[in-house]
């Protein structure tokens, strides 16, 4: 499986500002995807990213408020803009086990805590 | 009425018991089910997977999955302290888009 990596792990941040958070896999993906895991609330798909095209944003979820960069096939950046408490969250990359065939399994970095003051 | 329904615990059992966990789902497009165990701090780490009906076994863990029912299992056999994390279902219809489950936290007691 892919091995995958996330920067930072954790961050606190002020309201209004922004955060970045990279994600960097060991080999080349086709997707990956951006997720939101809230206290008791299920793993929430932001968007995916594809290389080379825009990337795809789930229903309730804006590209001004999570503008997303995959400049190629292993590395892809998510930043939540002008921050509020209600974005304090885990903050998850995952990618797809293209060598299952189409088992539409995922592999998941170990996540960006984010905390909003 | 949710896509996937998971009764998020906590579980508490004593090191040794079997652990029973299960999903609801509403979709019947799911042909895809999946369990992943997540420890504090981590990120989800896929456990098992099964397509369509039946059951799948790797060591002491059992997946089963009865779509007739839109039903799935994780079982744990011989739980130890170290299975102690939360399990997250998800399931999806070839489409790469998951849903998940909200977890269940277990707790195994030395």
């Known amino acids: 499986s892919a091995v995958i990596s996330q920067k930072p792990s954790r961050d606190i941040c002020q309201r209004g500002t922004s955060l970045t958070i990279q994600c960097q896999v060991d080999?080349?993906?086709?997707?990956m995807f951006w997720y939101r895991q809230q206290p008791g609330q299920s793993l929430t798909l932001i968007a995916t990213?594809?290389?080379?095209?825009?990337?795809?944003?789930e229903s309730g979820f804006v590209i001004d408020k999570f503008p997303i960069s995959r400049p190629n096939l292993t590395f892809s950046t998510l930043t939540v803009s002008n921050l509020s408490p209600e974005d304090s969250s885990i903050y998850l990359c995952?990618?797809?086990?293209?060598?299952?065939?189409?088992?539409?399994?995922?592999?998941f970095g170990p996540g960006t805590r984010l905390t909003v003051l | 009425q949710k896509e996937v329904e998971q009764d998020p615990g906590p579980l508490s059992v004593p090191e040794g018991a079997i652990v029973s966990l299960n999903c609801t789902y509403s979709n019947s497009a799911f042909q895809y089910f999946m369990w992943y165990r997540q420890y504090s701090r981590k990120g989800p780490e896929l456990l098992m997977y099964t397509y369509s009906s039946g059951n799948k076994e790797d060591g002491r863990f059992t997946a089963q999955v009865d779509k007739s029912s839109k039903y799935i299992s994780l079982f744990i056999r011989d739980s130890q302290p170290s299975d102690s994390a939360t399990y997250l279902c998800?399931?999806?219809?070839?489409?790469?888009?998951?849903?998940f489950g909200k977890g269940n936290q277990v707790v195994v007691i030395p």
């Open positions: 990213a594809n290389q080379g095209s825009e990337a795809t944003y």
């Open positions: 998800a399931m999806s219809a070839q489409s790469n888009r998951l849903a």
């Open positions: 080999s080349q993906v086709t997707m």
């Open positions: 995952s990618v797809e086990d293209e060598a299952s065939g189409g088992t539409d399994t995922q592999y």
